[in-house]
């Protein structure tokens, strides 16, 4: 009998399409959600679903999960995507699925990447979910907190689904061996430790571990009786580097850069040089990472070291001039320094407080004293009437008052005890102390 090749079968879908699970005893993980007596197993078997939004990370089983349930309470099933989806296709879908609930007909209406609809998609949903003429179930990597309406939020449950663990995925890549879906005619020479890297590389991704299988085994080698084996040389080639958990637009993006900043901020040279290392070898624009610098040095550090800034903006100018990956070096002083300078946040909570008081008293007028008076009629209003230039004073300080009388004596930069600002804040008291002194003069 003569073998057959990976490439004659007959149902060439990806592994990771072939192998999804068409029921909850498949499904693998979330046993938080689907277990035994759980909240959503129970909601499902029950025949007793409502709207939903699942939010989790890539390849945990979203989509499998909307699928299953549709099949398992016998719903029609309408996928939309934000990319095709605009909003006079989403209401004609609507009026039908309104038809068919006068059928008896439910209809679940599944979003992927949810977080990628705009406002008005997503509230073209909203009165159908309202009035119950659809099951909505939306899906999303980012926190629906933040990118779904909030009228829409409220009126789905939230579930969040986890990474899957090594061993889920293990399982996962084991019954693709097996099923008949997967390569179950075939035979395959892997060992347990093989898969297990697989797992370990795919981060909690089932689709990626399958489509990682799915690769290594059509370049497996085969022998004269059809046994396809896997070498440790194979699985080296397949697995050149591995794929940093990271979207330069989604919420780890964001989880990222505040570790960063919160090392730098903590004095910890060492993760911030890792998380800056993640965030480049992710594919992070450098510019982006040198512009967050720039704020931080003036935002944490200050007038604590007046030279962090200058290093900020010489290395944006850097990596300006010559990119990826030479300016990784720069990147790294850059943080390394912001991380061992002196920190103050002075600057930052003294523009905090000015600006909540700024808007407060947007209409309070300047006072006269420092107004420009290039007009006759604005000196005839007494537009700078009284004005003291301090050049002209031995000390280079006058007592004029210059905040509005409403503010008068209000301190909003208040100098730490760190590094240079220890002689601004001399210097800041002997100003003070001068005006107090003089100040009936």
């Avoid at 078997?45 to 349930?69: C, Q, Y």
């Avoid at 301090?390 to 004596?409: F, G, I, W, Y």
Wanted: aromatic share 8%; net charge negative.
């Amino acid at each position: 009998m003569e073998q057959s090749s990976l490439f004659e079968l007959d149902n060439n879908e990806p592994l990771a399409s072939r192998m999804r699970p068409i029921n909850l005893d498949e499904f693998v993980g979330q046993g938080h959600l689907i277990g035994n007596g759980k909240l959503l197993r129970k909601m499902i078997e029950s025949d007793n679903i409502s709207s939903m939004i699942f939010w989790g990370p890539p390849g945990v089983g979203k989509t499998t999960l909307a699928k299953i349930i549709a099949k398992q309470t016998k719903s029609e099933f309408i996928t939309f995507s934000a990319v095709t989806s605009g909003i006079k296709e989403i209401k004609s879908v609507m009026e039908d699925a309104d038809r068919n609930k006068k059928l008896g007909i439910r209809t679940i209406v599944f979003v992927d990447e949810i977080h990628r609809f705009n406002k008005a998609q997503q509230d073209a949903f909203l009165p159908f979910v309202e009035k119950g003429s659809i099951v909505l179930i939306g899906a999303t990597t980012e926190n629906p907190s933040f990118e779904v309406n909030n009228a829409l939020l409220s009126r789905c449950r939230v579930f969040v689904l986890k990474e899957l663990s090594s061993d889920d995925i293990i399982s996962l890549l084991e019954r693709a061996l097996k099923d008949n879906r997967g390569f179950g005619r075939e035979k395959i020479n892997i060992s347990h430790d093989k898969l297990k890297i697989i797992a370990d590389f795919a981060n909690g991704d089932a689709r990626s571990a399958l489509t990682i299988l799915d690769m290594i085994i059509i370049n497996g080698e085969v022998d004269d009786n059809g046994v396809i084996t896997i070498s440790n040389e194979i699985i080296e080639d397949c697995l050149t580097k591995k794929t940093l958990l990271y979207d330069k637009n989604g919420e780890e993006h964001y989880n990222i850069i505040s570790a960063l900043h919160k090392s730098m901020r903590n004095s910890d040279p060492d993760a911030a040089v890792y998380w800056l290392s993640r965030m480049l070898e992710a594919g992070e624009d450098p510019i982006y990472l040198a512009r967050r610098i720039c704020r931080f040095a003036s935002e944490d550090i200050g007038l604590a070291d007046t030279n962090a800034l200058n290093v900020a903006v010489n290395v944006y100018h850097a990596c300006h001039f010559i990119g990826m990956p030479e300016c990784s070096v720069h990147l790294t002083e850059a943080v390394i320094y912001m991380s061992l300078a002196p920190k103050s946040n002075s600057c930052y909570t003294a523009y905090l407080s000015a600006s909540s008081d700024a808007k407060e008293m947007l209409a309070e007028p300047v006072p006269l004293v420092i107004r420009n008076a290039p007009t006759k009629l604005m000196k005839e209003l007494e537009y700078g009437k009284g004005y003291q230039y301090a050049h002209d004073t031995d000390d280079k300080l006058t007592n004029m008052e210059c905040l509005p009388p409403s503010l008068k004596n209000k301190t909003y930069y208040n100098p730490s005890k760190q590094g240079n600002e220890v002689k601004f804040k001399e210097r800041l008291e002997s100003i003070k102390k001068w005006k107090n002194e003089h100040k009936n003069n």
